[in-house]
């Protein structure tokens, strides 16, 4: 699919919703401008759903072009905020590459930690406690303008990457998240029992050598590699996670697992929603 029927299916989604688009801008490659895909509709609790980082992982793009009307009518029901990034390397999806057309890499790259005085990396190794962290805004055109755009929005309550794993073979799944696992665990659940999760692995997908990232017995992975998910971490997310399906996994299972997990990210925005309100009743009572 080019990026041009993506776009396409994306305003129609939006247009069975009765939501504007919004792009934050363009970049442009050999010549070629790309719009910069989001939508949104308010609310008290927010989510912020990304997709796309990487060209040739295309679930994510695809389940935010086919469902954007489903899941705002959702989150406009439950009364939470969504904000919806459906292809953030849209030169990339063209061209079905990791990286844009330019070749411009890493492209989910936010954060630079200070390891030692003066020293900074842009991740953790296994069991390091960095001095500091800053944000970092250079790299590809497309990471540059999602990191302003970003910064143009107070952090929502919840964050939800979608990617893909290009480099395990087979139908695999696993999750990157941080903290209480106990929020993640019912989707973990659902997704496992649709395929198998990846369990006590080690997972080398681009990390720097040296750079030891393993799934848990749950499936779950915590790491500290500088990326959007880790940047909205860092800024006091409360529920923060990045989704890996396989890129061998059939698109119609990618599909329901990207919803499961963003459903579940509206779910736990609402629950938010109504302990805040419980609060401020018992406070004006």
């Known amino acids: 699919m080019s990026f041009a029927e993506l776009a396409a299916r994306w305003l129609a989604s939006l247009r069975i919703a009765g939501v504007d688009a919004a792009d934050y801008g363009e970049v442009v490659e050999g010549g070629r401008a790309y719009p910069l895909l989001v939508a949104a509709v308010g609310g008290a609790c927010e989510v912020v759903v990304t997709a796309g980082f990487h060209g040739d992982e295309k679930a994510g793009p695809l389940t935010l072009a086919a469902h954007a009307h489903e899941l705002f009518d959702e989150a406009r029901a439950r009364g939470v905020g969504l904000r919806l990034y459906p292809c953030v390397n849209p030169s990339g999806f063209e061209l079905h590459t990791r990286y844009n057309a330019g070749g411009e890499r890493p492209n989910n790259d936010f954060l630079r930690y200070e390891v030692a005085p003066g020293v900074w990396r842009g991740e953790l190794h296994e069991g390091e406690t960095p001095l500091s962290?800053?944000?970092?805004?250079?790299?590809?055109?497309?990471?540059?303008?999602?990191?302003?755009?970003?910064?143009?929005?107070?952090?929502?309550?919840?964050?939800?990457?979608?990617?893909?794993?290009?480099?395990?073979?087979?139908?695999?799944?696993?999750?990157?998240?941080?903290?209480?696992?106990?929020?993640?665990?019912?989707?973990?659940?659902?997704?496992?029992?649709?395929?198998?999760?990846?369990?006590?692995?080690?997972?080398?997908?681009?990390?720097?050598?040296?750079?030891?990232?393993?799934?848990?017995?749950?499936?779950?992975?915590?790491?500290?590699?500088?990326?959007?998910?880790?940047?909205?971490?860092?800024?006091?997310?409360?529920?923060?996670?990045?989704?890996?399906?396989?890129?061998?996994?059939?698109?119609?299972?990618?599909?329901?697992?990207?919803?499961?997990?963003?459903?579940?990210?509206?779910?736990?925005?609402?629950?938010?929603?109504?302990?805040?309100?419980?609060?401020?009743?018992?406070?004006?009572g």
């Open 133 to 284: 962290w800053r944000r970092h805004d250079g790299g590809p055109r497309e990471t540059v303008a999602l990191a302003r755009e970003l910064g143009r929005h107070a952090p929502p309550v919840a964050a939800l990457d979608l990617h893909q794993d290009n480099f395990i073979h087979g139908h695999v799944f696993y999750s990157y998240v941080f903290g209480d696992r106990a929020p993640y665990r019912p989707l973990q659940a659902r997704s496992g029992a649709l395929m198998p999760v990846l369990r006590n692995a080690l997972v080398d997908s681009g990390y720097e050598p040296g750079t030891d990232v393993r799934a848990d017995a749950d499936g779950f992975i915590e790491c500290h590699d500088g990326s959007v998910t880790d940047a909205f971490h860092r800024a006091g997310v409360a529920y923060t996670a990045a989704i890996e399906t396989t890129t061998d996994t059939p698109a119609a299972l990618a599909d329901e697992i990207n919803l499961i997990w963003i459903r579940g990210f509206i779910e736990l925005a609402a629950r938010e929603l109504a302990a805040r309100e419980l609060a401020t009743k018992r406070t004006s």
